[in-house]
């Protein structure tokens, strides 16, 4: 039998198909064809690994379907290949460019700044300027004429916005008035007032606050302009966002000194609350190259992303990825550049690039190639050169990229890294090929071993130790008992019926606390007896799990708990705490030895070392077929859910 599974990257929900052949659709007839975005990346196990943005899926089925109704179809496929996505109505997808017109209005308002970054890339503070309000007015009634009165406002780094409070205020409100449906993007470095901070609220859609982390990072990267600590500051203003409940993301520039630092970020911003953390590569510009602070080659970056994805991913907390950006579309991907970008500068300079910062970015040659307007204050007009913007459109459509299997969605299309290496917009740089590449293919590696292979996480057993190990994170346990005393990643062992859930809840709370560098994860492992099967029971757990929850503590459910202890809600509660709900997902299925053999729960050894099973389920395979129930298990339970799967 041959199945095919999809992953929606957009909902995290996966599908598991049988692919049947019973149906056939002639792709001529019904007007279709193979979806133009569909990779096919690599394999694993003897199986294909494809993705399509505009699916929005991540698939795994097995050679054989690819090779002979995907790669080499004919004109007859089965249905099911339809319905999951790889072949598509023709016309959906489209590389023709539109009539040009602007969707993104840019501003740098000043580059006046109360910080004083290590690495700024635009030497904020440095000098003073900032856009003039009969400018700015001007900018936007130019951009409204040429996008049918719809574009999105931002206000960029460079300087901080809002140091200007009454001209930020003035230009939002006219850009209100002169633009329908209104989105605004501003980005702060969060030491603001508590006024501003609430008009922020009350009219910013998408407020990104820059904090690099825990104080021995943001304040050495990120001082005050008098060179005191900024992040009692910053960390006041993320407080005051959560307790608002106002949506934000973190933005984090990454360099050489935020290696190996991967758990101490995560920890720090999950005990703030954030709940959306984004990531930018240094730039070598600016303060940057004076102060050599530089950026992490790809191999590091990679290793980096994939640890933080993980620990995200494990804490509740949202990672921005740009392949996220890819996801429903049926055009190739484009930065912006002579697509809508319209970044104006103090003396009415427009830039294509988002990244322009003002005048001292035009002693950066491709900077400067990037021009292609400028506001003429005798004529009382902007001046464009549409002959560029042209020239701009076309290099995202080159041969080159044409070629490339990942023309559709990629990101690093980018013609400032195009002219800085090639001198030519037109000419792919090599660097950033080789980057995006590496790194999506480290990202699908990631989800492949993590949705699909589900091997990992385990509990592993190595030196005398116990160890909670994921894909790219380990962390060391300590077990423990009800309401005994905490020691480093507690694996606790709870019996209802012997546990004061309040003190635990406590108990639990403290020890995160007083490691506010380390992530603390606890495992929680129950044990039921007969007298605790009721609907009280289950009462007392959900409570002690929405309270961990709310205190932004990270925890592990290891074992599945009795549907009767929950009624109508337990659904709701394995959905929302990720709680396993049969042996195959249960944590304490298996544990991995010193010599990477496994020990199923019920003392039986597995016939293979860890590395050489395919999945999960052909360790669970391995485990029914032998199977003997342990005491810790609580049988009338098992059974049943072992019988139904």
Not at 51 to 60: E, Q
Not at 146 to 151: A, D, E, G, I, M
Not at 174 to 180: F, I, L, Q
Not at 376 to 394: A, E, G, P, Q
């Amino acid at each position: 039998m041959h199945i095919i599974k999809s992953l929606n990257l957009s909902t995290n929900k996966l599908e598991t198909k049988k692919f049947s052949r019973h149906i056939l659709i002639n792709l001529d007839l019904g007007g279709f064809e193979k979806t133009p975005d569909l990779v096919n990346l690599f394999r694993v196990n003897e199986k294909q690994i494809l993705f399509s943005g505009y699916t929005k899926k991540l698939y795994c089925l097995d050679s054989f379907i690819y090779q002979n109704y995907i790669k080499n179809h004919n004109i007859l496929v089965p249905r099911i290949l339809i319905d999951l996505g790889f072949f598509v109505k023709r016309g959906v997808f489209s590389t023709k460019t539109e009539k040009t017109h602007f969707s993104n209005l840019c501003f740098g308002l000043t580059t006046d700044c109360n910080l004083s970054c290590k690495y700024c890339f635009a030497n904020a503070g440095k000098y003073k300027h900032k856009i003039p309000f009969d400018l700015a007015k001007k900018a936007i009634d130019f951009v409204a004429n040429h996008s049918k009165r719809k574009f999105t406002l931002k206000f960029l780094p460079g300087g901080e916005p809002t140091l200007d409070f009454n001209l930020l205020k003035r230009v939002i409100s006219y850009y209100k008035k002169k633009c329908s449906g209104p989105f605004i993007f501003l980005s702060t470095n969060g030491v603001i007032s508590k006024p501003t901070l609430d008009y922020l609220i009350e009219n910013i859609d998408v407020l990104q606050i820059s904090c690099d982390g825990p104080p021995s990072i943001q304040d050495k990267q990120r001082p005050l302009k008098n060179g005191g600590s900024s992040s009692p500051f910053v960390e006041e203003t993320i407080k005051y966002l959560v307790r608002k409940k106002k949506k934000f993301v973190i933005k984090i520039v990454v360099s050489t000194s935020t290696l190996g630092k991967e758990e101490a970020l995560l920890a720090y911003f999950n005990n703030l609350g954030v709940k959306k953390i984004g990531f930018a590569p240094l730039q070598e510009r600016g303060r940057a190259k004076e102060n050599n602070i530089v950026p992490m080659n790809h191999k590091e970056y990679g290793k980096f992303l994939i640890k933080i994805i993980e620990l995200g991913s494990e804490l509740g907390i949202e990672i921005e990825n740009i392949l996220f950006g890819v996801l429903g579309r049926r055009k190739p991907v484009t930065c912006g550049a002579g697509f809508g970008t319209f970044t104006i500068d103090s003396e009415g300079r427009v830039n294509a690039c988002i990244g322009y910062s003002g005048k001292s970015d035009l002693m950066i040659p491709e900077f400067k190639e990037l021009l292609f307007a400028k506001y003429d204050f005798k004529k009382d007009k902007f001046i464009i050169d549409w002959n560029k913007i042209n020239l701009l459109k076309k290099s995202f459509f080159n041969k080159r990229c044409r070629k490339c299997k990942y023309f559709y969605f990629c990101y690093a299309k980018c013609p400032l890294d195009n002219f800085r290496e090639n001198k030519d917009f037109s000419i792919p740089a090599s660097k950033s090929c080789d980057f995006f590449e590496r790194q999506l293919n480290n990202f699908f590696r990631y989800i492949v071993r993590k949705d699909f292979i589900r091997i990992k996480p385990f509990i592993k057993e190595r030196d005398s130790s116990t160890y909670f190990s994921l894909i790219s994170n380990e962390f060391e346990l300590s077990k423990t008992e009800n309401n005994e005393k905490l020691n480093k990643n507690p694996f606790i062992q709870i019996e209802p019926s012997k546990t004061d859930f309040k003190e635990l809840t406590n108990a639990i709370t403290r020890h995160r606390n007083n490691y506010k560098g380390k992530i603390r994860v606890f495992l929680l492992s129950f044990t039921f007896s007969k007298k605790d099967l009721n609907l009280r029971t289950g009462k007392k757990i959900a409570l002690f799990v929405s309270s961990l929850n709310k205190n932004n503590i990270y925890f592990r459910i290891t074992k599945p708990l009795p549907r009767c202890l929950f009624g109508s809600g337990y659904d709701k509660l394995i959905e929302k705490y990720k709680i396993p709900t049969n042996c195959k997902e249960c944590l304490e299925l298996f544990t991995v030895k010193d010599d990477d053999s496994i020990t199923f729960c019920n003392e039986q050894k597995g016939k293979k070392k860890i590395n050489e099973y395919k999945d999960r389920n052909e360790i669970f395979k391995e485990f029914r077929n032998n199977l003997q129930f342990s005491d810790k298990c609580n049988s009338m339970m098992i059974k049943a859910l072992i019988t139904k799967k």
